[in-house]
């Protein structure tokens, strides 16, 4: 049971791939797994050269999937967390993936629909009220 929810998890986890390259996936599942972490950490949990994880970090902050603070116990130091959670970001590829094969009228129309079908529920309620 336990085994067949991590073999779904990691299927969906491939999607990433689709809009992330290797080294930023490598990141987000460390600091999702890890919590948040300073630059020399990832890079050397990864083994990746600190020049290249802080150019996938700073691409992945310009895309608000992480986010950067300093924290102050000892002594301050930059870390870097993830900013959305695993199942977020794999339902927003998902989404994204799905409507990319749609033309640009598909998805006017189908925003269309929705909003006339929230303007008759709300008729509709205000209606009963």
């Known amino acids: 049971m336990v085994f067949q929810m ?14 992330y ?12 797994d890890k919590g948040p972490m300073g630059l020399e950490e990832i890079s050397r949990s990864l083994q990746i050269d600190p020049e290249v994880a802080y ?6 902050e310009k895309e608000c999937a992480i986010g950067k603070r300093f924290e102050h116990h000892s002594a301050q130091r930059e870390v870097y967390y993830a900013a959305i959670g695993r199942e977020r970001v ?27 079908k929230s303007l008759k529920r709300f008729a509709r309620e205000a209606y009963l009220d």
Do not use: G, H, P
């Not at 991590?6 to 809009?19: Q, S």
């Not at 150019?55 to 992945?60: Q, Y």
């Not at 994204?96 to 998805?107: E, G, T, V």
């Open 21 to 32: 390259n290797e080294n930023k996936v490598k990141i987000l599942k460390l600091l999702w």
């Open 90 to 116: 794999i339902d927003l590829c998902e989404t994204a993936l799905r409507d990319s094969s749609k033309s640009l009228s598909q998805l006017e129309m189908e925003a269309e629909e929705e909003m006339r």
């Open 6 to 19: 991590v073999k779904n998890l990691a299927r969906k986890e491939e999607i990433l791939y689709n809009f």
């Open 55 to 60: 150019k996938e970090l700073s691409e992945l």
